[in-house]
């Protein structure tokens, strides 16, 4: 993995960071990108991390990040809750921006030089709503819908050449996009954190617990890794036995 070269976005938070500490830890070398610059600040100080401040809803200016890595891990996301009748349309595109048109940008720019390698690994952090609804997350649920059918399209034309697509496909993870709403679902039910925490968030998983950013980038690392040849086009579920339902 030493001479590996990977970008990370959405990396100065959660599952971001823990993928580019834990490909770093590997000897890749990760070019950290985030509009966050304080938050990209820690991550700066590791040794084999660049970082690039970059606003990736900016779409004209992914044509300026790096394009000569072998590894894309498409990571960067928001939420935003709200009934669909309610959704404001300009949320919505900046979510499909962010969260779909980016990541088809960057896969898009960087697999000229994965294809001159004959080598490439495509990580996309989608969700388990990239395989299932939940009422008022009609942005989030449409654009992880898009990226998994994004990730499988990339898996049939990078094949040929050695370059591997997967999605990732969490259920709720200790980061801020989850203590966030935990705050939010709190003031709107009038309830305690923890309560939503055990009785929203927790109520479709069989394990009873928060995942750990870790966890999730341990299975990145896994995907980009030396027994990664033959895993392409799949969607790999890490939700404490949600979909199992
Ligand atoms: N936390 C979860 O429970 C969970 C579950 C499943 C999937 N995911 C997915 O994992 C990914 C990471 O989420 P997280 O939980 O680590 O969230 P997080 O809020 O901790 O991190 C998201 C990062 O993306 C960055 N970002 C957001 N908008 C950006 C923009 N326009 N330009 C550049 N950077 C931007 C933020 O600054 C932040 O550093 C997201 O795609 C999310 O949908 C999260």
Redesign the pocket.
Known sequence: METRRALV????????AACAQRLAADGVHVVA????EA?LETLGALDGVETVV????DLERLADLPTDVDILVN?????QVAPVEQFPPERFSYILR??LEAPFRLIRQTLPHMYGAGWGRVVN?????GLRASPFKAA?VAA?HGLEGLSKVVALEGAAHGVTSNCVN????R????TAQLADQAATHGLSESEVLDKVLLEPVAVKRLIE?DEVAELVAMLCGPASASITGSSFVLDGGWTAH
């Open positions: 976005t959405g990396a100065a938070s959660g599952i971001g990108v985030d509009f966050d938050g970059a606003d990736l809803s990571n960067a996301g928001v939420q962010l969260m952090i989608s969700s388990v709503h989030y992880k969490p259920a709720y993870v980061t801020p996009l989850v950013p």
